[in-house]
């Protein structure tokens, strides 16, 4: 079965910064998805990048970038100029490539504080 | 704004009873997918539902149901409740085909006493 694992419960970043928030999984698939979703105090989880095994490149949008190592299965999310907006819980993800198979894998997260 | 709606947004059951929550999806997905999120951990996949039947559970006992209707919308319901079902739940919703991206609704906070 695969598994999500973030390592770190809690991170704090200055305004401005760059912070990297670590994600590793287990999996025995050559296809799948990853993704990073924020859940600010709203509760709604909302997705912040999104990548695909079979792409080398890394994925990027705007200020979030993420190093996605393969081999290592090792998804880790950048966050540069950080915001006092970015401030949330942040969730790596995995999801299988087989179409009938819809169950998406949630780390427990970790804890985004931004400090003016 | 057509995102994922979800009811209520807060309650309170007593151990033993039974809840019923609510989501409507956003306007033109298809599919929905229920998760539970416990207190400091991670969203887990309950089921999801398309063409008003589950496609696919997770592994959560028969006490958690669902039903989906003709217009999408979705139910999730739970008997026997007991006091590790306080959670929030989520719902998800979806297209079925091409790349399944999820909207998720801002979920209802279940508290069993």
């Known amino acids: 079965a695969q598994t999500v694992t973030q390592s770190q419960p809690e991170m704090s970043v200055q305004e401005a910064e760059t912070v990297t928030l670590s994600c590793t999984y287990d999996t025995s698939e050559s296809d799948y998805y990853l993704f990073w979703y924020k859940q600010p105090p709203s509760r709604q989880m909302i997705l912040v990048i999104r990548q695909e095994a079979y792409k080398q490149q890394n994925a990027t949008e705007n200020r979030f970038s993420v190093n996605f190592q393969k081999a290592a299965k090792s998804f880790s999310l950048k966050i540069s100029d950080s915001q006092l907006g970015d401030a949330a819980m942040y969730f790596c993800a995995y999801r299988s490539e087989t179409y009938n198979n819809n169950d998406m894998r949630f780390g427990a997260g970790t804890r985004l504080t931004v400090k003016p | 704004d057509a995102g994922v709606t979800q009811s209520p947004t807060h309650l309170i059951k007593t151990r033993g009873q039974q809840v019923t929550l609510r989501c409507s999806p956003k306007s033109g997905h298809d599919t929905v997918s229920w998760y539970q999120q416990a207190l400091g951990q991670g969203p887990q996949f309950i089921f999801q539902?398309?063409?008003?039947?589950?496609?696919q559970r997770g592994n959560f006992p028969d006490r958690f149901s669902g039903h989906q209707f003709p217009n999408y919308s979705s139910e999730l319901n739970v008997n026997a409740l007991l006091l590790g079902d306080s959670a929030l739940y989520l719902c998800?919703?979806?297209?079925?085909?091409?790349?399944?991206?999820?909207?998720f609704g801002s979920g209802t906070r279940l508290t069993v006493v």
């Open positions: 998800a919703s979806s297209l079925a085909r091409g790349f399944m991206r999820y909207t």
């Open positions: 539902y398309y063409e008003e039947e589950e496609r």
